[in-house]
């Protein structure tokens, strides 16, 4: 969290908890169970794929560190990293939506891209993604002022 470096202290360190519990707030109320995980991922294939991409399952796990999401085309099984737990709703769509288009265009050549551009917000989300992993391999100033 970045501050305005006028703030005393007692300032920077109330603006830190009031933002913080904001944050753990809007975190809270967007965290999907696996049940609303799958009813989500069935509505963005109705919207965005006619319907085809029907997925046996999808649900959260806690062993892809490298990746976003991950699909079993045979077993029609979908599987999105909790690293996304608390992302933006966009985020979180267009990694269903990824590996919804998975389900009809296995690999990532030209026809399974031009499947994901049915989804508006792809760009966006990419690049929030990207800046996710990017910021993950700042290095950490000690003494910085941004939480």
């Not at 099984?77 to 389900?103: F, K, N, T, W």
């Not at 994901?116 to 690049?127: D, I, N, Q, V």
């Given at each position: 969290?970045?501050?305005?470096?006028?703030?005393?202290?007692?300032?920077?360190?109330?603006?830190?908890?009031?933002?913080?519990?904001?944050?753990?707030?809007?975190?809270?109320?967007?965290?999907?169970?696996?049940?609303?995980?799958?009813?989500?991922?069935?509505?963005?294939?109705?919207?965005?794929?006619?319907?085809?991409?029907?997925?046996?399952?999808?649900?959260?796990?806690?062993?892809?560190n490298t990746?976003?999401?991950?699909?079993?085309?045979?077993?029609?099984?979908?599987?999105?990293?909790?690293?996304l737990q608390?992302?933006?709703?966009?985020?979180?769509?267009?990694?269903?939506?990824?590996?919804?288009?998975?389900?009809?265009?296995?690999?990532?050549?030209?026809?399974?891209?031009?499947?994901?551009?049915?989804?508006?917000?792809?760009?966006?989300?990419?690049?929030?993604?990207?800046?996710?992993?990017?910021?993950?391999?700042?290095?950490?100033?000690?003494?910085?002022?941004?939480?």
């Amino acid at each position: 969290m970045l501050i305005p470096a006028r703030m005393s202290e007692a300032e920077e360190k109330r603006w830190v908890t009031v933002m913080l519990n904001k944050l753990a707030a809007q975190e809270s109320r967007r965290v999907l169970g696996d049940a609303e995980l799958a009813e989500r991922a069935e509505r963005l294939s109705a919207q965005y794929f006619g319907g085809r991409a029907r997925p046996a399952s999808v649900r959260w796990v806690t062993n892809q560190n490298t990746r976003w999401g991950s699909c079993t085309p045979s077993e029609g099984s979908i599987r999105l990293s909790h690293r996304l737990q608390g992302m933006p709703e966009y985020v979180v769509d267009y990694v269903l939506c990824h590996e919804l288009a998975h389900l009809l265009v296995p690999g990532h050549g030209p026809g399974f891209w031009r499947l994901l551009e049915a989804y508006p917000r792809t760009e966006r989300a990419r690049g929030y993604l990207e800046g996710v992993v990017a910021a993950d391999r700042l290095p950490q100033v000690p003494g910085a002022r941004d939480e």
